[in-house]
Every structure is written in structure tokens, then in C-alpha cells.
């Protein structure tokens, strides 16, 4: 019964062999409550997200097994490739507008993990089982529900990690294959990308701990010399926040109307450049209030991929201060492209050679 935390991966760095492959998949993690009519889309943080996907409601009840408990992705795909933007849009309050958007972008659901079936609990049956119950399960399964490809070869799972990231996936997952299911455990590996870039840092918030550096916000110029917000880096000591506000305090600005993110307090500008602090369902009240700097200073920082090419998916690291760079050498020409790769082709039925148990 929900709500149930899903088992979750710590990160490698290289793809560990004698494993279970899977890829990483960059969208909503849910686990899936199935009894009859009944549906419950169960979240990381064991919240619902039933109410957001009405269109995977029915899907379910008409593709999967009657009673099961399913782990799974929640995506969106556009022209061949996972949007979390317009993922991210389907969290609205108003029920009307989460219809529209069902209608307008429909979801997915991609299954991993199969946690029981028919009554019976499965969490203490070792992996390479429950792979097969799941495909024994989900056999003949339609668009939207999916299965997930998943290998036991190391090479196959290399070639994944390289070419899947052209569809918006994350990297690769490895598991395994006598493992049993533990929620919210670190049990599995997770092998991301990481790229570097040189970005301007440009101002910071605060901690939440006191006046020492929470996070750092970085821009990069656009092809019309437009500085561009794309993301922050963080996840600093609490001993590094605090020289860093003695580094940057010979930029600080104690008037925000020269700098080129001035307007970032007007929802309307947020329309036309990207800017700090736009408002978001996520941040609700939240202080997104910052400390302007003059965008003089680059750095560099290690990043796993750009959602739609305009910003950091995720919280970028910080590397090191970069003296040799100017701020106007940080563009988006420098971003590595990955190849595109169709999503379609990952989403196909399972193939004997790469559905393994």
C-alpha cells in the first residue's frame, strides 16, 4: 500500500560490470499503485502525482495487471526527446489546466521495476527475477506505458551511455542482479555525464544558514551579447561559503540597476531573457532575493547536461576560478552538443537481446 519510497542510486564514476544495465531516465520517479479501478501515482517523497496525469490513469487500467505496484518513470517527449520543461508544466493547482495539458502533451510511463503482483509482495525476490515477472507482466504492453530497456552486457550499456544522451536521458543505471528491492536505500549505481564549462558568475544568494554563500548564479552570453542566466552551482563547506563572500565582495553591488540582470524582479522580462529569481510553482514563497556582483569573475564548474540547450538541468559543482578567462569568452558556443538520438528507438518493444532478465 502507498506510500512506498523507491530504492535509489549513488553515483560512480565509471559503469561497474556483472550488473543489470538500465538507462537513466530524466523525468518524474513514480511508483505505480494499481487495485482494480483504483490507481495511485506514488512520488519520490511518497506525495501523489495521480491528480497531474490523468490521461496515465487510464492507461494504466487498461495495460497494466490488475493488482501490482510498479517502479517507474513519468516522461515527456517532444520532436524525439524527454522535455522536463514541460513536465515540470503539468504541476499546476488548477485541474482544468493539467487537462489541457494532457490533451496537448501527453505523458508516458516507463517501468523498471516490478514490486508485486496479484497479492503477492516482491521485494524480497532478487532482481533478475523480477525483470522477468515484469516483462511476463507488462508482455504486449502499448504506448503509453513502456517498458524499459535493460541489458547485462557492459558493452551494449556503454553504447547506451553514449548515445541515449542525445534523446535527454541522464546517463546509465547499474544493478545488481540478486538484489532486492530496498526503498529508499542507495543499493543501485548511477553513472551520469559531466562536462565543464567556464561561466561568469554574475551574483549569489545567501545560505539559509547565515550571511555565507548558498549558491553561486552563473550566466553565459548569448549570440546577441546578452548575459543569460542558466543555473547556479552550489554544495559548497560551510568554510568555502564563507571566503567566498570575501572573494566577491570587491564586486559587490550595492545597486542592482547597472547590472544585466536588473529587471529579474519583473515577471514580464522573464518572457524575453532568462533571468534569477523567475517565478516557478516550485519556489512558492520562497526568497529569491540575490547579491548582485559586477559579471566580471569566471569559473569553472562540471555539469551533467542543458535542459533544451538554455540552462543547467541540475545544480552545477564548482571547479575552480578561471584568471585567464574573460567574460565575454563564456558563451553557449562552448557547450559539447550530443548527438541526437531518436527516443522512439529506446521506447520500442523489448528486444530478445537487450530485455534480460
Not at 180 to 190: C, H, Q
Not at 194 to 209: I, L, N, P, Q
Request: hydrophobic share 40%.
Amino acid at each position: 500500500m502507498p506510500p512506498v519510497k523507491p530504492m535509489l542510486a549513488k553515483s560512480v564514476a565509471a559503469i561497474p560490470p556483472g550488473m543489470q544495465y538500465e538507462a537513466k531516465w530524466d523525468g518524474f520517479r513514480a511508483i505505480v499503485f494499481r487495485d482494480g479501478a483504483e490507481v495511485e501515482f506514488g512520488s519520490r517523497t511518497g506525495k501523489p502525482l495521480t491528480r497531474y496525469f490523468p490521461e496515465l490513469v487510464t492507461a494504466v487500467r487498461e495495460r497494466l495487471p490488475e493488482r501490482c505496484v510498479v517502479d517507474g518513470e513519468i516522461v515527456i517527449a517532444r520532436q524525439g526527446r524527454l522535455d522536463f520543461d514541460a513536465l515540470t508544466e503539468r504541476i499546476h493547482p488548477a485541474d482544468s489546466r493539467v487537462r489541457t495539458l494532457a490533451e496537448r502533451t501527453p505523458a508516458s510511463f516507463v517501468a523498471f521495476d516490478l514490486l508485486a503482483l496479484d497479492g503477492e509482495s516482491l521485494l524480497d525476490v532478487g532482481l533478475s527475477d523480477r525483470r522477468a515477472l515484469l516483462l511476463r507482466a507488462l508482455a504486449g504492453v502499448a504506448a503509453p506505458v513502456h517498458v524499459a530497456p535493460a541489458t547485462t552486457d557492459i558493452g551494449v550499456a556503454r553504447r547506451w551511455f553514449e548515445q541515449y544522451e542525445g534523446a535527454g536521458l541522464d546517463g546509465v543505471v547499474a544493478k545488481p542482479l540478486d538484489l532486492r528491492y530496498r526503498p529508499d536505500e542507495r543499493a543501485m549505481f548511477k553513472v551520469k555525464h559531466e562536462r565543464t564549462a567556464d561561466v561568469v558568475v554574475a551574483g549569489y544568494r545567501f545560505h539559509k544558514s547565515g550571511p555565507v554563500v548558498g549558491s553561486l548564479l552563473l550566466g553565459l552570453y548569448d549570440g546577441r551579447g546578452t548575459l543569460q542566466h542558466v543555473g547556479v552551482c552550489a554544495a559548497f563547506t560551510m568554510r568555502r561559503r564563507a571566503e567566498l563572500v570575501g572573494e566577491l565582495e570587491p564586486l559587490r553591488l550595492d545597486d542592482v540597476s547597472g547590472h544585466p540582470w536588473a529587471a529579474w524582479a519583473d515577471e514580464a522580462a522573464h518572457g524575453t531573457a532568462r533571468l534569477p529569481g523567475a517565478p516557478s510553482r516550485w519556489s512558492g514563497k520562497k526568497d529569491l532575493s540575490w547579491v548582485p556582483v559586477r559579471p566580471e569573475r569566471v569559473a569553472e564548474v562540471a555539469y551533467d547536461h542543458m535542459e533544451n540547450g538554455a540552462r543547467f538541468r541540475h545544480t552545477a559543482r564548482f571547479r575552480r576560478w578561471r584568471p585567464d578567462r574573460t567574460p565575454d569568452s563564456c558563451t553557449f558556443a562552448q557547450l559539447e552538443e550530443p548527438v541526437r538520438f531518436d527516443l522512439a528507438e529506446i521506447l520500442a518493444p523489448p528486444d530478445p537481446d537487450t530485455a534480460a532478465p
